[in-house]
């Protein structure tokens, strides 16, 4: 059987528009592009030039501003080497190099995200127990919203992410345990944890029901899987087109992250036995990833 939904508001929930896009950069020309990346800046796309880094906003790193870029790697160089097709053209990043620039980006944005999302993430993360397992968590960036002295079993497969990881854990006194493997491969015995938490990770993961199945089964019974994710519009609609369109493109700049998933539709799939669901849009209305779910899925 699928599990009882509970909508808690309808579409758009009433706490006005969060408006982080377009890209906007405002710096004085004295700044260098690192510092502008610290300031006013709201989710820039990325897109690979041949062996320049270029952004939404036009700008173009030479390869000494893309070793500053990767400074908060703790890295003292950063080599953006390419892979070579069978047909003798460019492809993406290597993965390491890649692995350590999507760490990179993810540490500069995280101010910008705190910003969007992080009244909603205190509400979501302000009942959870000591010690939580969360999915995906990147550099850290959801371990402001635990309380000291939590412990935290953190997978995460990109080992470029675990030094930032690390350092927010040993900052906000957060006990972080890292399994470096994919959700998919999740191995903690079953029915052992109170709550798991995963935001923005339906949307990447190669098998989101395997993810969820394994979510499902490490929970005690009544448990909780906190959950934040953007997920397709509405089918027909002319942003679920065009997300249709975006998604292949956005998938090879965004690694794998999918616009058009219905990942509200996967959480009902999985064997939970409720659903407490709410949804919001990022303003304007045609970013690719405004529609927005969060809730509570119980065991």
């Given at each position: 059987m699928g599990a009882a939904v509970v909508?808690?508001?309808?579409?758009?929930?009433?706490?006005?528009?969060?408006?982080?896009?377009?890209?906007?950069?405002?710096?004085?020309?004295?700044?260098?592009?690192?510092?502008?990346?610290?300031?006013?800046?709201?989710?820039?796309?990325?897109?690979?030039?041949?062996?320049?880094?270029?952004?939404?906003?036009?700008?173009?790193?030479?390869?000494?501003e893309k070793r500053d870029f990767c400074a908060c790697l703790g890295r003292g160089s950063c080599n953006f080497s390419f892979r070579m097709r069978k047909n003798g053209s460019k492809s993406m990043?290597?993965?390491?190099?890649?692995?350590?620039?999507?760490?990179?980006?993810?540490?500069?944005?995280?101010?910008?995200?705190?910003?969007?999302?992080?009244?909603?993430?205190?509400?979501?993360?302000?009942?959870?127990?000591?010690?939580?397992?969360?999915?995906?968590?990147?550099?850290?960036?959801?371990?402001?919203?635990?309380?000291?002295g939590a412990s935290v079993i953190a997978v995460e497969p990109n080992r470029a992410m675990h030094p930032h990881l690390l350092a927010h854990a040993a900052q906000k006194?957060?006990?972080?345990?890292?399994?470096?493997?994919?959700?998919?491969?999740?191995?903690?015995?079953?029915?052992s944890v109170d709550a798991v938490v995963g935001t923005f990770v339906l949307c990447t993961v190669d098998n989101p029901l395997e993810v969820l199945s394994n979510v499902h089964r490490i929970l005690?019974?009544?448990?909780?899987?906190?959950?934040?994710?953007?997920?397709?519009?509405?089918?027909?609609?002319?942003?679920?087109?065009?997300?249709?369109?975006?998604?292949?493109p956005w998938k090879r700049i965004f690694q794998g992250c999918n616009l058009n998933r219905d990942t509200a539709a996967l959480l009902r799939k999985a064997g939970f036995s409720s659903l407490q669901m709410d949804c919001f849009?990022?303003?304007?209305?045609?970013?690719?990833?405004?529609?927005?779910?969060?809730g509570l899925a119980i065991k």
């Open positions: 909508f808690l508001s309808p579409f758009g929930d009433g706490s006005g528009p969060v408006n982080v896009w377009p890209a906007r950069l405002s710096c004085a020309h004295g700044q260098s592009r690192l510092d502008r990346f610290r300031g006013d800046v709201d989710f820039p796309g990325l897109f690979w030039c041949r062996s320049t880094l270029a952004w939404r906003t036009g700008w173009h790193l030479p390869m000494q990043l290597t993965n390491s190099s890649r692995e350590r620039l999507d760490a990179c980006l993810l540490h500069l944005l995280e101010g910008v995200m705190h910003r969007a999302y992080g009244k909603k993430k205190r509400e979501l993360f302000r009942r959870l127990p000591a010690r939580v397992v969360e999915i995906g968590p990147g550099t850290g960036a959801n371990l402001r919203y635990y309380p000291p006194g957060i006990d972080v345990e890292i399994k470096p493997i994919r959700g998919e491969q999740l191995d903690l015995p079953t029915n005690r019974p009544l448990g909780c899987y906190v959950f934040l994710e953007h997920v397709a519009a509405p089918d027909g609609s002319c942003l679920h087109h065009l997300q249709d369109l975006l998604n292949s849009r990022l303003q304007p209305a045609l970013v690719p990833i405004a529609p927005h779910i969060f």
